[in-house]
Nanobody
Framework: QVQLVESGGGLVQAGGSLRLSCAAS????????MGWFRQAPGKERDFVSA????????FYADSVKGRFTVSRDNAKSTVYLQMNSLKPEDTAIYYC????????????????WGQGTQVTVSS
């Protein structure tokens, strides 16, 4: 069993930055493929970013490409999402997810989910 705990959300002005953390227990992040998703009020949960288990392959939604960066610290068993140049449309609850598979291609591939952390970007 894998437990995921997100942190780092908050209120920030447009143009600002936040770094989200997702701490994994039960398994180290180096043995997991990890994903970040977000859900804005009244909308479906959407893909944001992913890092496959190799740690080499990373992916981003077009809407965040060039602004967000996913990384991981194996020693801390934590995955990060660095969010720069934030926009009001980035406001959402952000979730991290994990699977023991080598890769994941969609939300349905993830077996474990965190509780989410709120990110609010003011204009």
């Amino acid at each position: 069993q894998v437990q995921l705990v997100e942190s780092g959300g908050g209120l920030v002005q447009a143009g600002g930055s936040l770094r989200l953390s997702c701490a994994a227990s039960g398994r180290t992040v180096s043995s997991l493929s990890m994903g970040w998703f977000r859900q804005a009020p009244g909308k479906e949960r959407d893909f944001v970013s992913a890092m496959w288990r190799s740690g080499i392959s990373t992916f981003y939604a077009d809407s965040v490409k060039g602004r967000f960066t996913v990384s991981r610290d194996n020693a801390k068993s934590t995955v990060y999402l660095q969010m720069n140049s934030l926009k009001p449309e980035d406001t959402a609850i952000y979730y991290c997810a994990a699977t023991s598979a080598n890769y994941a291609t969609g939300q349905q591939d993830y077996d474990y989910w965190g509780q989410g952390t709120q990110v609010t970007v003011s204009s």
